[in-house]
């Protein structure tokens, strides 16, 4: 009777454990991401929408997660939207020292990075400060102007904690 009772407690404990996400975030692993696919901004209102709804430009740290968001955003690609979707990479403080917004990490020092070949190329005179994730360079990583209107990729930490209930 009471390993019965301890199985259950721990089955509805095992089953409540499941972190989980907002309504319309997609789960993978211990994040949320929501893709921003009506809704075209600047990198920098891109940045502002992100956290005025409790997330972050996405930033893309190992293969797995940038293999994930390939998938994800090659799954939602629709006609109408922008070739490029934002993330949270910039390099407007120094040019060619690209860091992640949310963190201050330098992307450039990351173990993993995934620039399209060629990219950064710093395309144009004003130069490309912003990072996104081109349709065309299959969301390989690519620099961009940060003031072109693109949709935008959100992400943020899945909720933790267990609730026990019923
Ligand atoms: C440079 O990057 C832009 C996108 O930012 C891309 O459209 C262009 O083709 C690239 N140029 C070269 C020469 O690779
Ligand atoms: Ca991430
Ligand atoms: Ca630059
Ligand atoms: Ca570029």
């Known amino acids: ?35 921003y696919a009506s809704t075209k901004a ?24 940038q293999n994930f968001v390939e998938g994800f955003l090659r799954r939602e690609f629709k006609s109408g939207m922008s070739d490029g979707v934002w993330i949270g990479g910039t390099d407007s403080l120094v040019e060619g020292e690209w860091q992640w917004v949310k963190t201050g ?7 993993f990075t995934h620039w399209w070949p060629g990219e950064p190329n710093s395309s144009g005179n004003l130069g490309e400060d912003c990072m996104d994730l081109l349709h065309h360079e299959n969301y390989n990583w690519n ?15 899945a909720a933790t904690g267990q609730q026990i209930i019923g």
């Open 1 to 35: 009777m009471e390993l019965i009772a301890t199985l259950t407690i721990l089955g509805l404990f095992v089953v409540n454990a499941v972190c989980d996400c907002p309504n319309g975030y997609m789960r993978h692993d211990d994040s949320c991401y929501k893709l």
């Open 42 to 65: 600047s990198w920098a209102e891109a940045f502002m929408y992100c956290q005025v709804f409790g997330s972050d430009l996405a930033i893309i740290e190992t293969a797995r997660e």
């Open 105 to 111: 990490v330098s992307i450039n020092q990351q173990e």
């Open 143 to 157: 620099d961009e102007r940060c003031d072109r209107q693109a949709n935008f990729l959100c992400e943020k930490l």
